[in-house]
């Protein structure tokens, strides 16, 4: 089973948008945006999740993946 992964960097970079402005647009605390940003969360506030998916037009499935592990090593 693979582990969740958040695409919040990649769509973020990919739109010219910074971790501050979209805090500061969806009005939720930076530190809890920057953590999903760096993919550092144990686990994924649903409201956090909901304003961000509205706030960029995507789906959860956009915002968050499930990458497979590497068993090569």
């Known amino acids: 089973m693979g582990n969740v992964h958040s695409q919040l960097k990649e769509i973020l970079d990919k739109r010219g948008l910074s971790i501050r402005q979209v805090a500061r647009d ?35 499935g956009d915002l968050l993946q499930i990458k497979e592990k590497d068993h090569s090593e």
């Open 26 to 60: 969806i009005d939720y605390r930076f530190e809890s945006v920057r953590q999903l940003y760096n993919d550092e969360n144990k686990a994924y506030p649903r409201d956090l999740l909901h304003r961000l998916c509205v706030y960029l037009n995507v789906t959860p």
